[in-house]
């Protein structure tokens, strides 16, 4: 879908660099194989951190999915994060898929931060709420799937409504598609985390192609300072 799509280790690390120079203080990445499909293989995962690593600021977190779409048995997938050898420092575990506490526990046994990720339109929320891992994660990402910009903001609110309950469990707030931009001027507005990049959404608030992750963030820094003034 996009022809800037970064895939190597070289080009997600100057990806994740430009993107830290536009004011990203936080990586989410895709490590992907030489066919450009997500994979959790030790030797991908590695070469893309450490290529990352040499390229931003110590103080930079870089994370990795765990997505069921890379590997569909949980406890592949948790096998393949114990056979990494250079760890991430968080990684998102989408709790409305099967085997996410099995997957989440084999990233807690390897000291990698876990970001919960909560989809709306699923029963992930609850499902979370009812788990003992609220206490355990680094954070919570709030998915808005709701891609549609005149609904996605109510959608986000029903998110948060049902998050409401984990109380001071620090959450970042994001949307997709044509959501992507309404939503994280929402979490701006409410002083929540929230991120952008092509993962999430290929155009600029404005519907043009964007060119890469680093003007998306800074459009993204100038819509939050925008409504953290408003605040």
Known sequence: MCHALPVSPAELAAEAAAAVSAGASDIHVHPKDAAGRDTLEADTVAAVLEAIRATVPAHVQIGV???AWVER???RRAALVRAWTTLPDHASVNWHEDGAEHVAQALLVRGVGI?????????AARRFRASAWPARVVRVLAEVTDSEPDTAIGTAAALLDELEPLGQTRILLHGEDGGAWPVLGYAARLGLDSRIGMEDVLTMPDGTPATGNAELVTAARSIIRECSAQR
């Open 65 to 67: 999915t765990t997505g």
């Open 73 to 75: 048995d949980p406890r």
């Open 115 to 123: 970001e919960a990720g909560i989809y709306s339109g699923t029963d």
